[in-house]
């Protein structure tokens, strides 16, 4: 992590990017670079494509930041495909300022019946233990707006389970049928989901030709931090990127 002044290129710095190879057999990470900025994405893919590396790339799968988006369709030609899990998060983040909002909007005496049900109330239906349920039922009875987000919520995950979706065309239709009741439940946080899905629609959609995530990239990025944090942090880059694809490339 690298402090900076504020804006996208100085909050582009302080991460590394990390570039993982997900194909079956061959998984390992090819490469750390010392941003995560649209510039140093694009020089490493110009490079690797003059290189004729990776000519046989149908896919990439990235998180939802804009710079990554731009890289691969200026340098590959083609969208990326955003990883449902990030967009699953932001959703549930949208449901918490929604939990909040309507909290603060409680006379005092309602406003205890929604405490201590926050990671209740982000974890799938289908997940929850017979407590959790039993703890979460009173807030679905009392208040209409969480049994709202809690339905929203299931059935995104279900639409992005659901086999019958195989194609970005299906996709698309899906998400944006979804989000037409999202909308008419006047929360402010879940329209501001809504504006990043309909943004970011295309690579969204993409998820259904292979389902391709990015949850093995998420386990290399939990095991570079266990690196670090058992050296007590490596300040180097070039010591960190060296040991990382020494271990894991």
């Known amino acids: ?56 790339l149908t896919e990439v799968t990235c998180d939802l930041w804009e710079p990554y988006r731009q890289a691969v369709q200026e340098t590959l030609g083609f ?4 990883d449902r899990f990030h967009v699953q998060h932001q959703c549930n983040l949208r449901i918490d300022q929604t939990r909040r909002e309507l909290q603060r909007q ?55 389970d659901n086999p019958q979706i195989d194609s970005p065309e299906k996709g698309k239709a899906a998400l944006e049928a979804w989000m037409v009741p999202v909308r008419g439940l006047g929360s402010n ?9 309909s943004r970011w629609i295309d ?6 030709i292979s389902r391709a995530n990015n949850g093995r990239t998420e386990g290399y990025n939990r095991g570079i931090r266990m690196l670090v944090s058992r050296a007590f942090g490596l300040p180097s880059f070039h010591h960190l990127r060296w040991r990382i694809l020494g271990l894991l490339g």
């Open 79 to 82: 969208e990326p495909t955003a």
């Open 189 to 197: 946080a879940l329209n501001k989901f809504c504006d990043t899905l």
């Open 106 to 160: 409680l006379p005092e005496e309602q406003k205890d019946a929604l405490k201590g049900l926050r990671w209740i109330l982000l974890k799938p239906s289908l997940q929850l233990s017979d407590e959790e349920k039993r703890r979460l039922q009173p807030a679905r009875d009392t208040f209409p707006e969480i049994r709202q987000l809690l339905d929203c919520r299931d059935q995104l995950r279900a639409l992005f």
């Open 1 to 56: 992590m690298r402090r900076g002044k504020k804006g996208e290129e100085c909050e582009a710095r302080k991460y590394l990017l990390v570039l993982v190879d997900h194909t079956p057999g061959q998984e390992r990470i090819i490469d750390l670079l010392p941003s995560r900025s649209k510039a140093t994405l694009c020089a490493w893919l110009t490079a690797q494509k003059q290189q004729g590396a990776w000519s046989h």
């Open 203 to 208: 690579p969204i959609s993409r998820y259904f």
